[in-house]
């Protein structure tokens, strides 16, 4: 009744699809719960922004976390954006103003993060790009919030060719790269990039993490792609991403 009332014309189906897997399923340790997100996301798209920046400071009153803020409400509103147009509960509209009002709370708040976050040793370079011509960049960016918070030196591919990410890759050491991929299709394009980017890159022992939708669906996929890791969540990225530079430094001492 709760999901009805606040989304009206989201199928039940969709509903129980989202309860049970949601962005990165579950809710399990954290302060946050379906009720939140769903009142959040109906907020995005009914709100103005000064009004939806009050509800979100309402929230860090409360005691939430920025990282729980981020991980959790931003990225399962997110999620459940798409459910909504995906079911004609929304409009196209409806689903970029909500993830604009996301972006921009994003940018806000992002320097609150750093407090929450270990830094890392020696500030190493990641670049951080979604698939090239992908027009879902959320995942990108949220992670790119992330390692600047953790002391990474962060370049972005968003909106970049392919051929600028490889030139830049080419022309700028970077220790690791972070790949998002929204869509399924895009796996064999995703392959060759990969492919591409560790033959051209100024780093030959660069590490390549890759993530999205489809390898939280199949994680197996991050060998198929010739990738080094695949991440759920920023944190995990953030740590996989440590133990690779850590673990290639290891091998050339």
């Known amino acids: 009744a709760l999901r009805r009332a606040l989304i009206p014309g989201l199928s039940k189906e969709a509903c129980l699809r989202w309860a049970r897997h949601g962005a990165f399923g579950e809710f399990e340790g954290s302060s946050l719960n379906q009720g939140h997100i769903l009142k959040f996301t109906h907020q995005l798209i009914a709100l103005p922004q000064e009004e939806l920046q009050t509800q979100f400071l309402k929230l860090m009153g409360q ?4 990282d729980t803020l981020f991980r959790t409400l931003f990225v399962q509103s997110a999620y459940l954006l798409g459910e909504m147009w995906a079911e004609d509960a ?7 103003l909500g993830l604009t009002h996301i972006h921009q709370l994003l940018h806000r708040y992002s320097e609150n993060l750093a407090v929450e976050l270990e830094a890392v040793e020696g500030e190493p370079a990641i670049l951080i790009t979604p698939m090239p011509g992908e027009n879902h960049i959320f995942a990108a960016s949220l992670l790119s919030a992330y390692f600047r918070a ?7 591919g968003i909106q970049l060719s392919q051929a600028e990410i490889l030139q830049d890759l080419k022309d700028t050491y970077v220790d690791a790269v972070a790949l998002t991929i929204g869509a399924e299709r895009n796996l064999g394009a995703a392959k060759a990039l990969v492919g591409h980017m560790k033959a051209k890159s100024r780093n030959q022992d660069i590490s390549i993490l890759v993530g999205g939708r489809p390898l939280l669906a199949n994680p197996a ?7 080094d890791g ?7 990225a953030l740590d996989m991403a440590r133990q690779l530079i850590s673990s290639r430094r290891n091998e050339i001492d």
Do not use: N, Y
Not at 90 to 96: A, E, L
Not at 150 to 156: D, E, K, L, M, T
Not at 230 to 236: D, F, Q, R, V, W
């Open 63 to 66: 005691g939430h976390s920025i």
């Open 221 to 227: 996929l991050v060998q198929e792609l010739g990738a």
């Open 90 to 96: 929304c409009s196209f509209g409806d689903v970029t």
């Open 150 to 156: 953790a002391h990474w030196r962060v370049h972005s």
């Open 230 to 236: 695949t991440a759920g969540s920023p944190l995990s």
